[in-house]
T-cell receptor, first 114, second 109 residues
Framework: IAGITQAPTSQILAAGRRMTLRCTQD?????MYWYRQDLGLGLRLIHY???????GKGEVPDGYSVSRANTDDFPLTLASAVPSQTSVYFC?????????????FGPGTRLTVL | GQNIDQPTEMTATEGAIVQINCTYQ??????LFWYQQHAGEAPTFLSY????GLEEKGRFSSFLSRSKGYSYLLLKELQMKDSASYLC??????????FGAGTTVTVRA
């Protein structure tokens, strides 16, 4: 049982380049989320999806886009990376749309934008 | 907006007890979560409180007072492996989680 997987584990990227972070879950969870974690700021929600085919903006969505073509996959795209997007990115999923269900996190992607 | 406060760092001795406080001000309330995060790893679920009172789960307990906007996580019989960051997160009206910045607990021998 894999749970949630993320790829790549880490990446160094030149500013201005396009990058897609991948996230896949095998728990058939309805909801999926993308967070970034920066020192001293905690986890901040970038985008979320309550169910396949729908997405929404979180607290810090600028510069990022997502899609949810199916239940399992929720990729995060940086169209033109900037150094301020250097962070650790976590994908998470939960089973419920309308309840405060536990979120389960992937192992994270460490992204450095130079 | 959401405002969640918890101490930045705490240090305790192996075998001791540590209490991590969390205060919050949010738009609505649908429960409070505590997560544990070891350095370089993903957060993992520890506890969930939606009603006032104490929830005990082995060496870890979590308390909630909704009227005071306050929770604490109690870690008993501390072990070296408990050295980690502990994240307080509140589910508000839209069921999204807002996280505090985390409390780094260091357990010393």
């Amino acid at each position: 049982i894999a749970g949630i997987t993320q790829a790549p584990t880490s990446q160094i990227l030149a500013a201005g380049r396009r990058m897609t972070l991948r996230c896949t879950q095998d728990m058939r969870h309805n909801a999926m989320y993308w967070y970034r974690q920066d020192l001293g700021l905690g986890l901040r929600l970038i985008h979320y999806s309550n169910t396949a085919g729908t997405t929404g903006k979180g607290e810090v969505p600028d510069g990022y886009s997502v899609s949810r073509a199916n239940t399992d996959d929720f990729p995060l795209t940086l169209a033109s990376a900037v150094p301020s997007q250097t962070s650790v990115y976590f994908c998470a999923s939960s089973d419920s749309i309308g309840g405060a269900d536990t979120q389960y996190f992937g192992p994270g992607t460490r992204l450095t934008v130079l | 907006g959401q405002n969640i406060d918890q101490p930045t760092e705490m240090t305790a001795t192996e075998g001791a007890i540590v209490q991590i406080n969390c205060t919050y001000q949010t738009s609505g309330f649908n429960g409070l979560f505590w997560y544990q995060q070891h350095a370089g790893e993903a957060p993992t679920f520890l506890s969930y409180n939606v009603l006032d009172g104490l929830e005990e789960k082995g060496r870890f307990s979590s308390f909630l007072s909704r009227s005071k906007g306050y929770s604490y996580l109690l870690l008993k019989e501390l072990q070296m492996k408990d050295s980690a960051s502990y994240l307080c997160a509140v589910s508000s009206n839209d069921y999204k989680l807002s996280f505090g910045a985390g409390t780094t607990v260091t357990v010393r021998a």
